[in-house]
């Protein structure tokens, strides 16, 4: 007799639902919890521990907007030659960047850090008015060597509504969702 001869059709059919449920709910946490880290291809990988905590450049050397935008801005190539017009290293990934320069074309770098289209972010409200480090929200970029597959913070509403209600800012939904 075989396990299943016993039970009635009726509670056949839940124990198949409930089987197939839990394998959804099995493959799909595994989809988002082992989900392989893919690497975001730049085209120079940048080591920011070299240009922040060895040379001691800023955030604001290369992400000129950050006090005066919503967005901090992407290096331009005119930012890098302000001191890479001539080599400085062997290093393979200055040869890159003296290479774009060469055919005067701008570092075609890809945004780590994106915020959903519905949320409304002012890196200037934040960082130039409200006076918000930038490794708060990007965590430790400034001992990376090359660009980090993900965002090195995971920032949620909890991540906003939290840092907001610490510092007695607003928190009603218009003031950050179009």
């Known amino acids: 007799m075989s396990i299943d001869e016993g039970l009635n059709p009726k509670r056949r059919l839940v124990l198949g639902v409930l089987a197939i ?24 990988q940048f080591n920011h521990q070299k240009h922040v905590k060895d040379v ?11 006090t005066t935008s919503e967005h901090s801005g992407l290096p331009s190539l005119a930012v890098c030659q302000g001191c890479h017009s001539e080599p400085l290293t062997k290093s393979a990934e200055e040869q890159k960047l003296l290479k774009l320069a060469a055919s005067e074309r701008q570092p075609a ?9 519905h949320v409304r972010y002012s890196h200037r409200r934040h960082v130039a008015i409200g006076g918000i480090a930038c490794d708060t929200c990007h965590g430790a970029i400034a001992d ?22 610490e510092r007695g800012v607003k928190t009603d939904c218009t003031h950050c969702h179009r």
């Open 109 to 117: 770098f890809r945004k780590l850090f994106r915020m959903a289209d």
């Open 144 to 165: 990376t060597t090359t660009p980090p597959p993900s965002p090195l913070v995971r920032i949620t509403m909890d991540t906003c509504t939290g840092c907001h209600a």
């Open 56 to 66: 001691g450049l800023e955030c604001s050397t290369c992400h000129e907007h950050y």
């Open 21 to 44: 449920a839990v394998a959804t709910a099995g493959f799909n946490a595994g989809r988002f919890v082992l989900r392989p880290t893919t690497r975001i291809a730049q085209p120079i």
